[in-house]
């Protein structure tokens, strides 16, 4: 029997199949799960209908966060197919793309402020808020995506790094208000990864050369590293895990500073 089998997955965020979104998708499918999926808008419902297929679901819904009343109307949608689910992954993002390179005092508004923590971080307690009630079945889990920018100061990172340290405390107060209810929420921080989304931070390529020369294992992680991790957070296996954030990077994130030639 494949260890996520009888359990349903409502997956925020997948762009393309390079997301990490999708990597984590592929493996809760193949590891018996049942998918249902939004798209932010309709420039991406072919996109998004196309992948799911692939994972043999037909319920794909659209979902905005960043619209009012978007993520209750997609859960509306979503109970005329389910009763109720047992995984939610969050992988949503965003940032001002000109504040995502130079100095951060310099470039940094209070739009781009503003926006990129409503929908980085808010987004994820709006959609705890609005779906506890249908996250029933055993060890129910809740998973959302960081990264190491969130902890340390990186170049170019800027107020998504803020917005990502603000996901992550969000993390543990949700686990913490809604562990009652038997609701884990943790949250994966991934090493950079060739994604879209990560296409709009500058000098990208030079992080993706340097990790990959200094991590303890000497290569990036792919989604289907990361995935498999997500699959496990949604077990019964770790049924005991909450509040935490979970580096799957290669070791990156325990380096003080690269090996001195």
Not at 37 to 47: E, M, P, V
Not at 150 to 165: E, L
Request: hydrophobic share 40%.
């Amino acid at each position: 029997m494949k260890f996520l089998e009888g359990k349903k997955a409502l997956v925020l965020g997948i762009a393309s199949n390079r997301s990490i979104a999708w990597g984590i998708s592929d493996s809760l499918r193949k590891n018996g799960a049942e998918l249902a999926f939004t798209y932010q808008n309709d420039k991406l419902k072919d996109r998004v209908d196309k992948l799911a297929r692939e994972c043999d679901s037909d319920i794909i819904m659209p979902c905005d966060v960043s619209e009012e009343g978007s993520i209750k109307n997609m859960l509306d949608q979503l109970s005329k197919k389910w009763t109720e689910f047992d995984i939610i992954v969050h992988s949503l993002a965003f940032a001002p793309r000109e504040e995502l390179e130079g100095n951060y005092v310099d470039k940094t508004t209070k739009e781009g402020f503003l926006s990129a923590h409503s929908i980085s971080s808010y987004s994820l307690l709006e959609l705890c808020k609005e779906a506890k009630p249908m996250l029933k079945g055993s060890n129910p889990s809740v998973i959302s995506l960081s990264y190491l920018g969130a902890v340390r100061g990186m170049p170019n990172y800027n107020v998504m790094g803020v917005a990502k340290a603000s996901l992550e405390a969000n993390v543990r107060y949700l686990a913490y208000a809604m562990g009652a209810e038997n609701i884990r929420v943790n949250c994966i921080s991934a090493g950079p990864i060739k994604t879209l989304a990560a296409a709009g931070i500058s000098d990208f390529r030079k992080m993706l050369d340097h990790v990959e020369k200094n991590a303890p294992l000497r290569r990036n992680v792919t989604i289907q590293e990361v995935g498999d991790t997500a699959s496990f957070l949604a077990s019964d296996g770790a049924s005991g895990i909450t509040g935490q954030v979970l580096y799957v990077d290669s070791g990156f994130n325990i380096i003080g500073m690269p090996a001195i030639d």
